[in-house]
């Protein structure tokens, strides 16, 4: 990245031990991540969080330059099972 070309995404996700993927790529749990800003290229980018017994989500998140994107998510119990 260049000086000047610079974004971060932070996430706030739940559960904690949700396991997150950015643009297909793990990045760690959600407890990994509390609070934690992730330097990112600017533009489109897709985030994937998942757990055991809870539905997955997939999230599409735009990020600008010079800026924090910053998303919240709570996943929802599989209630299938």
């Given at each position: 990245?260049?000086?000047?070309?610079s974004?971060?995404?932070?996430?706030?996700?739940?559960p904690?031990?949700?396991?997150?993927?950015?643009?297909g790529?793990?990045?760690?749990?959600?407890?990994?991540?509390?609070?934690?800003?992730?330097?990112?290229?600017?533009?489109?980018?897709?985030?994937?969080?998942?757990?055991?017994?809870?539905?997955?989500?997939?999230?599409?998140?735009?990020?600008?330059?010079?800026?924090?994107?910053?998303?919240?998510?709570?996943?929802?119990?599989?209630?299938?099972?």
């Amino acid at each position: 990245m260049l000086v000047g070309d610079s974004a971060s995404l932070t996430l706030n996700a739940l559960p904690l031990q949700a396991q997150v993927r950015l643009d297909g790529v793990p990045i760690g749990t959600a407890h990994d991540l509390l609070s934690r800003p992730v330097p990112v290229l600017p533009g489109q980018h897709v985030l994937e969080v998942a757990a055991p017994g809870y539905l997955p989500a997939t999230v599409a998140v735009s990020s600008t330059v010079d800026w924090a994107t910053r998303v919240w998510l709570e996943l929802v119990p599989d209630r299938s099972r």
